[in-house]
């Protein structure tokens, strides 16, 4: 979270920190929204094929958006002290949610690459409603679990809940809170990286059967993909092996929904939609539907 800034600002820090306070809040909202539009387009459009994973990945991220942005929605990120219930509630929102997309992502990944395995192994398509429930249900059971947590401690310590002094978020003047999520965030996101290298290496070793299944936008996907829990794993890094961390990594951090929007609200199928053109899927995208033989690998779906 935050550094603590001095009480004690010249005029041109403190309008340094209000510039960098609503640029976060500006790119956590776009990246909300620009999300929002992405799965309200998929889930009205016929021809838009995903998986459940990759709902329940977009709505964590939608979740998290509005959570760091519900000071500024309530309209006091600045003037006089916040409502104790809406700072509290925030400050539950903003440890819990780095929990809730950390771990829809690391579901997506093994959604995708169990999917991967079936269509390598050319085996038939079956779906194991017991492992997807639990890829579904997990990711909001430990939100729930940090979020509770979080509340709890607050109401009993109101003391240690405050708003930022630059009016970003309200949080807690407690490390820990900060410590435990990020330490989730961490293991999530270094079996996410391991997830990706064994993806990366099966479809180069693969790389002629899948050279007419749209392999190049797979692998371009799965860098860029790749790239978005890189930053996720270095800013979790960061909070917890340090105590005093800048601004810069709430801009990393706010960063994040706008890249998953540039990944997944970029793909063919839905930009069709928005461009009002409608032509017959070929013949590698059908082969990538969840209704098809192999599945949930294809370059619509396993990386969005």
């Known amino acids: 979270m935050l550094v603590p800034i001095s009480s004690r600002q010249d005029p041109s820090e ?9 640029a976060f809040i500006v790119l956590q909202l776009a990246g909300g929204f620009g999300l929002l539009v992405t799965l309200l387009t998929a889930i009205v459009s ?9 709902y329940s990945f ?3 991220w939608i979740l998290s958006s509005i959570s760091y942005s519900l000071l500024a929605i309530a309209g006091q990120r600045t003037g006089p002290k916040p409502a104790f219930g809406l700072c509290l509630a925030q400050s539950a929102l903003i440890y819990a949610a780095p929990s809730l997309t950390a771990c829809t992502t690391l579901a997506l990944i093994t ?9 390598l192994a050319n085996a038939p398509f079956r779906t194991n409603s ?3 429930a639990a890829l579904l249900i997990v990711p909001y059971i430990v939100w729930l679990a940090m979020f509770v947590g979080v509340l709890l401690y607050g109401l009993s310590n109101p003391d240690t809940v405050r708003r930022s002094l630059n009016g970003t978020y309200c949080d807690s003047t407690n490390s820990t809170m900060s410590k435990i999520s990020s330490l989730i ?3 999530c996101m270094v079996l996410i990286v391991g997830q990706q290298g064994v993806i990366g290496v099966r479809l180069y070793r693969n790389r002629r059967m899948l050279s007419g299944c749209g392999q190049v936008t797979m692998v371009a996907r799965i860098m860029l993909f790749s790239l978005l829990g890189v930053l996720a794993l270095g800013v979790a890094i960061a909070y917890v092996m340090t105590s005093k961390h800048g601004q810069v990594f709430d801009i990393i951090l706010a960063s994040l929904p706008v890249l998953a929007v540039f990944i997944f ?3 063919l199928d839905i930009l069709r ?7 017959k899927s070929s013949s590698h995208e059908k082969l990538f539907t969840p209704h098809s033989k192999y599945s949930s690998v294809s370059t619509e779906e396993s990386f969005s």
């Open 130 to 132: 017991g492992a997807v």
């Open 46 to 54: 016929p021809s838009v094929k995903r998986y459940s994973t990759w």
């Open 273 to 279: 939609i928005w461009m009002c053109r409608r032509r």
């Open 111 to 119: 959604h995708m690459l169990l999917n991967l395995r079936r269509l």
């Open 185 to 187: 965030v961490m293991c």
């Open 265 to 267: 609200g970029s793909q």
């Open 58 to 60: 977009g709505t964590s």
């Open 14 to 22: 403190a309008e340094i920190h209000s510039r960098i306070a609503i």
